[in-house]
């Protein structure tokens, strides 16, 4: 018998193997899409075009390919982060003079056929996988407790074959009208029969989703699970609560469950700030004709400062200064703090075309460099209404355990300016958590790709 957690488990061997194919995927496309249209436009591979693919390797490296199902809106998801990765190796390129190294026919043909060949290997991965695994076959499995824990496990199992699981069924006390209909599988089964039948069916993994508070029963199921070869796995209940970023780690050897936790630990931190300072810095320079212009305006339209700076919550709920361009005949920053609303008799005629069009979220750009905001990330509220809806809102400051964005997962699914009613707010904060439990570099940049289409919507913006 081997005891395991299942995050423990699962990162060895083959999951391991198809997490190092889920993130090598896209960056080897990359290069081969490369190496393929140096050949389609009649040059030699040399060792420009090899620092090159080294480049786009490291810049597209982790990539993200889903092993289960084809994500809705993919082609653009795709499309959007070539854009952005080749227009930063364009500018690169430029302010270096390395781009005078390459044909420019080679690099045109490259920008096309790489969005093609990566879409492709996102439609032709998920229906290969299950057929590569099944050639090693897969472990059998079966759980203990058909409860709420239980019953999710089972569904993932069957949903995601890469995790290699053949899941059997269920096994539980609970019989008769005890027990609601079980869909994922069949009840197999009273507790005190696992041992035989795992010895009798050559099962080789146990999943246990009694609650932790059953320990005299997991202690005898562990004692008769002894006299067998199958690896165990506690699935505790505390998994079935609302986690961010949850994870099992050790420290110098003692067991320490994550339930709530940042995405932005380690490398991710790295990388999370590594690109805000590129992505930030390209941007102000592209912009800066619009600032100047801007700042003029709003100097001129009214009387007043150019930059309202605004108290916000930043990361783990400190307190920032944020940027904006003012808008308004006010620079309210006190204890409470009205929102802008339709026909707001505060906000300047030059101020509503600011707002409408988001200019007036410009300066924040600068916070990004300096590093108290992120390109992407839940909206900074003013301390006002932090300190009301935190108390209205269950989890609302857990938005804090990232730095505030200049766009988010809210905004471009249309939270975006006022929020009048207690339900909006309770939504917006919704998507600002969902934000924190998918993060990933592509999902950033799929965020900065849909505030672009949304750019000049007007709605809930005044």
Known sequence: ????????????????????????????????????????????????????AMIAFSLT??????????????MVSVCASWCVTFGLML?????????WHFDPLMLAIWFAITPVALYAAHNIIPRLTPQLLAIDGFRKSVIVAANDSGRKLARNLREEPTLGFQ??????????????????????GSIDTVAEYVKKNAIEAVFIALPMAHQPRLLA????????TASIYFVPDIFMFDLIQARIDDINGVPVLAVCETPFVGLNGIIKRISDIVLASLIILMISPILLTVAIGVKLSS????????????????????????????????????????????????????RRTSLDELPQFFNVLIGTMSIVGPRPHAVAHNEQYRKLIKGYMIRHKVKPGITGWAQVNGFRGE????????????????????????????????????????????
């Open 221 to 228: 199921l562990l004692d008769e699970m002894k006299d067998t």
């Open 91 to 99: 500018f690169f390129g430029w302010a270096t003079r390395f781009i």
């Open 167 to 188: 899941f059997m069924g269920f096994f539980d006390d609970r019989t008769g009208d005890r027990q609601p209909p079980l869909e994922e599988g069949p009840l197999l």
């Open 61 to 74: 490296f982790p990539g993200e390919v889903s092993m289960r199902k084809i994500k809705r809106g993919l």
């Open 303 to 354: 009387r007043g400062p150019v930059i309202f700076r605004q108290r916000r919550y930043g990361l783990d709920g400190r307190e920032i200064m944020v940027f904006k361009f003012r808008s308004m005949t006010v620079t309210e920053n006190g204890a409470e703090v009205k929102q802008a609303q339709r026909n707001d008799k505060r906000i300047t005629p030059f101020g509503g075309f600011l």
């Open 1 to 52: 018998m081997i005891l395991q957690s299942p995050q423990v488990a699962f990162s060895r061997g083959r999951a391991s193997f198809i997490g190092l194919v889920r993130m090598s995927v896209e960056p080897t496309i990359v290069v081969l899409s490369l190496l393929i249209s140096a050949l389609l436009a009649g040059r030699h591979f040399g060792g420009a075009e090899l620092v090159l």
């Open 419 to 462: 929020t009048e009613t207690l339900d909006k707010m309770q939504a917006r904060i919704e998507y600002d958590l969902e934000y924190l439990r998918r993060w990933s570099l592509g999902f950033d940049l799929f965020i900065v790709w849909k505030t672009l289409a949304v750019f000049t919507n007007r709605t809930n913006a005044y």
